[in-house]
C-alpha cells in the first residue's frame, strides 16, 4: 500500500513540474509576441537627450526642437527585435531619423552618427545635395533604397526596424527599403559628416535625432517587439 502511495506522489509531482514548464513556455511565448510601449503619451519616462536642441511632449506627441541631438532610450541595449516607430513631418518634407545599433550609451550626438547606423527621415535628400542612399529608409549614406515609399508631413508614417543578429530590415508604409547584412558592400564616404564604415554591434542603444530648427518632426508611438 505504502509503494502505491509513493508512486502516486510520483506522478503529482511530475504532473507539476510539467504544469509549470508549459506556463513559463507560455510566458515566454507571449512577451516574445508582444509590443511594448516606449512612450507613455505624456512625457519623457525612459529617454534621456545629447546634443543641441531637445524635445518637448505636446498633444500627446513627440516634438523636435532644434539640433543636432539625439533622445534616446534608457533601458538598455537591444536586439533581436523589431522597433516601430509611428511619425509625422511638420511641413511637406523634414528631416530626422532613427539611431540603431549605438554600440555605448550616448553622451553626446556624434558617436551614434559614427558608430551606430542611421534610419533616415527625408523624403528629398536632393534639396541638400545628397542622392537617393539618404532619403528615409535607408541606412543613412550606406544602403540604395528597394522603393521610396515616405508619405509626405503631415500624413503619418509607419516605420518598423528588424534587428535579427546581424541582419537589418526596414519596413516603411509596408513596404521594404533595406535589407542589409553586416559586411555587404557600402559606397565611399561624400561627405565628411556621413557615417565611418565598419561594422556595427548586434546589440546597442536607439534613438530619435532631432535635425535643425527647421525640420520639425512628431513621433506618436515608439515601441518594441523582441523576436526570439
Known sequence: MEGTKGVVRALLTLSCVSCLLILSTLAVQAQTGE???L????DLTGWKHVGPGGDTVEDGLIRTHGGMGLLYWTGGKVSDCVIRVVYKMRDTNDNSGVFIRIPIEPREEWMPVHYGYEVQI???PETSGEDEYHVTGTLYSLTKPLAKPGKPGPEWNSMEITLDGPHTIVILNGV???DYTEGDPVPERKFDF???RGRRPTEGYFGLQNHSDNDIVFFKEVAIKKLK
Open 35 to 37: 509590443w511594448q510601449q
Open 39 to 42: 512612450f507613455n503619451g505624456k
Open 122 to 124: 527625408d523624403n528629398h
Open 176 to 178: 521594404k527599403v533595406t
Open 194 to 196: 556621413e557615417p565611418w
